[in-house]
């Protein structure tokens, strides 16, 4: 079956990503009448939408016949897919990181920070990363009463985070923020490089070249510091590292700098914004986990799912093969909708609440297999560690202006949240 194309338009349109609600009833609509199906939007070449929970393990756990690397990692328009490979000359990727590899070398690139990021070697950073979210907290209490807490804190502290453990400076963390925002915020223009609306496609890969140039000239420097000064931090490991008793490819490395680097805040800070501001608009499930901290950890698992801030990565079939009564061609291009998954009724009662109760809580927001997000422990760590020193401290939180979500199809979750505070 076909998608009919309103629907097939709004689960790419990134204005339908800022505003939410059409995206929810897009994915509602498809789950009960198409949880399968191959979506055309005007401009895009077909791809399947795997929208229900079930699916989109099936996809995931199967690694070898659902390829990330073969082709687009991303949704990306025809016009855009052209120039990118008219500037890489033939590949769809303008770098290597290990969303877009598959085995051999995912295996092997991936083992060498796996170890780093498992909870055991993450937990000697969590005195420092407490210091970082008191820091924070501190800085909040003394906004006043009133704040944009996307920008004054949500922004903020994954940032410093993952830049301590990487190794990047504080005074580059203002132009790392900005390159990151430029990189997933390209259709928005609050935030991609010429804040200009309804930029072509071309003109959006141009954009973002531009910006992915400036991280490789950033991250060179960097690894040629770390190969003359190794330090304990991450550019240390990914400088250093070897794979088959050779350095890292350029664009293997540069790769691997830009996903820790972007992946590594935008996703965690979106995650915190949009709980602040769900927790804003719910002073029963506010009352409820401030008086019980056991909590913390269901309202972190319930916030990952409720922002969802990964919309989706694509996958291409490695061979003809059926799924969910579905007959897949080799080489189908195919949508894994998180979103949807983290919100299907089969899984998730009343799917659409927020709940800082709801247990179990099976939500697929970091994906799921091989490619299962590396940084999930870190990016649980820090959520937790902020809410443990922030909870206790807020009397009272309420919305005092409409927050809002950035315009994007691919990390998105909101960019401004004003509110209304009190703390001691
Ligand atoms: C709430 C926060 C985060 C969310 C929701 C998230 C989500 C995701 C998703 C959906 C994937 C793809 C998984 C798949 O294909 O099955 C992924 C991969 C990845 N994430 Fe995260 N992420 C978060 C935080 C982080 C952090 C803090 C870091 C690092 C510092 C990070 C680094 C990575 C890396 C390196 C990959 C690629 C893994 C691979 O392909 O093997 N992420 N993430």
Redesign the pocket.
């Known amino acids: 079956m076909r998608i009919p194309e309103d629907v097939a338009r709004t689960i790419v349109s990134p204005r339908a990503y800022g505003a939410g609600a059409p995206v929810d009833e897009a994915f509602t609509w498809l789950r009960r009448e198409a949880p399968l199906a191959v979506a055309v939007p005007p401009g895009y070449s077909p791809f399947w939408v795997v929208a229900r929970h079930a699916d989109i393990l099936a996809v995931?756990r199967q690694n070898d016949l659902f390829h990330?690397g073969d082709t687009f990692t991303t949704l990306t328009p025809i016009e855009a897919g052209k120039q990118v490979m008219k500037m890489t000359g033939g590949s769809p990727h303008l770098v290597r990181?290990?969303?877009?590899?598959d085995n051999p070398d995912?295996f092997a690139?991936?083992r060498l920070?796996q170890a780093w990021?498992m909870p055991q070697n993450l937990r000697q950073l969590e005195a420092r990363i407490r210091e970082l979210a008191r820091h924070f907290v501190d800085h909040m209490a003394s906004l006043g009463g009133t704040c944009d807490f996307a920008r004054d804190v949500a922004f903020l502290y994954?940032l410093r985070?993952?830049m301590e453990?990487?190794g990047v400076p504080q005074i580059d963390e203002p132009r790392m923020l900005t390159l990151t925002q430029e990189l997933f915020g390209s259709a928005d223009p609050d935030v991609n490089r010429s804040k200009v609306a309804d930029l072509d496609p071309a003109e959006r890969v141009r954009e973002v070249q531009a910006t992915v140039v400036d991280f490789m000239q950033y991250f060179h420097a960097m690894t040629e510091d770390r190969r003359k000064n190794p330090r304990n931090d991450?550019a240390s490991v990914i400088a250093n590292g070897q794979i088959d008793g050779k350095p890292l490819g350029h664009l293997e490395a540069m790769g691997?700098y830009i996903?820790?680097a972007t992946?590594?805040?935008d996703?965690?800070s979106?995650?915190t914004a949009g709980t602040l501001w769900a927790l804003a608009e719910r002073p029963d499930q506010f009352a409820k986990v401030k008086n019980d901290p056991a909590l913390i950890a269901n309202l972190i698992e319930e916030s990952?799912r409720w922002?969802?801030?990964?919309k989706h990565?694509m996958?291409s079939a490695t061979a003809d093969t059926e799924l969910a009564g579905q007959k897949i061609g080799k080489g189908d291009w195919m949508m894994?909708a998180?979103p949807s998954g983290n919100r299907d009724e089969s899984v998730f009662d009343r799917p659409f609440d927020f709940d800082v109760t709801r247990a179990p809580n099976k939500q697929?927001?970091?994906?799921?297999?091989?490619?299962?997000?590396?940084?999930?422990h870190?990016?649980?760590m820090?959520?937790r560690i902020l809410w443990e020193e922030l909870l206790p401290r807020l009397q009272s939180v309420e919305l005092a202006g409409e927050p809002k979500n950035v315009e994007a199809n691919f990390v998105s979750g909101p960019k401004t949240v004003p509110i209304r505070y009190k703390m001691n």
């Open positions: 995931e990330n990181a290990l969303v877009q590899m995912h690139y991936r920070t990021f994954p985070v993952v453990v990487l991450l691997y996903i820790a992946a590594g805040h996703t965690t979106a995650t990952i922002v969802t801030p990964v990565f996958r894994l998180y697929l927001a970091f994906g799921y297999g091989a490619h299962v997000c590396l940084g999930q870190l990016a649980r820090e959520m």
